[in-house]
């Protein structure tokens, strides 16, 4: 069964950093590409980052550009996002998902809140 | 960027209506163009890859379909568990951006 389990979540201040991780089972983690996706509270999905199966391949969110960086230890089968120079604005849930071969999501993890405030 | 509207962003209906949600790419997508729905609380769920396949488990209910800028979901007969949001997401360039759902509620 495909597992994906987030943790890191938590309450930062403004301008503060927190990291997430990710912990797959259930697939051979090195064999797909991994997504951060988040959701602010009553709003809609924002896609945020995207790595590739060899970690070499990352794209950012204008958004998150040059404050988060996502990364991910296949030897650990574990997706990470480090995010800094946090904004009011990140307050969001953060979900982890696996990318299929045609660009979907087809597992999400359950998420994990994210809280900037002072 | 391309941005996607879905329409409309909620609609009320009752246990056995077909329902009808529509999504539109801001440029031609081809059929790279997905369906996910979230249940309060949980996270979302893909149920149509590709404008029109269906994702292993999900119900037959469900239809995706369309090409290049207009795309369509369609659930036959609505069940009590469909009661939730739905988003479509373009995967036509990296980071694919998602539409703004759309609340399917009870009448």
């Known amino acids: 069964e495909v597992q994906l389990v987030e943790s890191g979540g938590g309450l930062v201040q403004p301008g503060g950093s927190l990291r997430l991780s990710c912990v797959a089972s259930?697939?051979?983690?090195?064999?797909?590409?991994m997504h951060w996706v988040r959701q602010t509270p009553g709003k809609g999905l924002e896609y945020i980052s995207v790595?590739?199966?060899?970690?070499?391949?990352?794209y950012y969110a204008n958004s998150v550009k040059d404050r988060f960086t996502i990364s991910r230890d296949n030897s650990k089968n574990t997706l990470y996002l480090q995010m800094g120079s946090m904004r009011l604005e990140d307050t969001a849930v953060y979900y982890c998902?696996?990318?299929?071969?045609?660009?979907?999501?087809?597992?999400w993890g359950q998420g994990t809140l994210v809280t900037v405030s002072s | 960027d391309i941005q996607m509207t879905q329409s409309p962003s909620s609609l009320s209906a009752s246990v056995g209506d077909r329902v009808t949600i529509s999504c539109r790419a801001s440029?031609?997508?081809?059929?790279?163009l997905n369906w996910y729905q979230q249940i309060p609380g949980k996270a979302p769920k893909l149920l149509i890859y590709?404008?029109?396949s269906l994702q292993s488990g999900v119900s037959s209910r469900f239809r995706g379909s369309g090409s290049g800028t207009d795309f369509t979901l369609t659930i036959s007969s609505l069940q009590p568990e469909d009661f939730a949001t739905y988003y479509c997401?373009?995967?036509?360039?990296?980071?694919?951006?998602f539409g703004q759902g759309t609340k399917v509620e009870g009448k």
């Open positions: 998902a696996r990318g299929s071969i045609g660009g979907n999501f087809d597992f």
């Open positions: 259930g697939f051979t983690f090195s064999s797909y590409a």
């Open positions: 790595i590739f199966n060899n970690g070499i391949g990352t």
């Open positions: 440029q031609n997508i081809n059929t790279k």
């Open positions: 590709a404008a029109s």
């Open positions: 997401q373009q995967t036509y360039y990296t980071l694919g951006t």
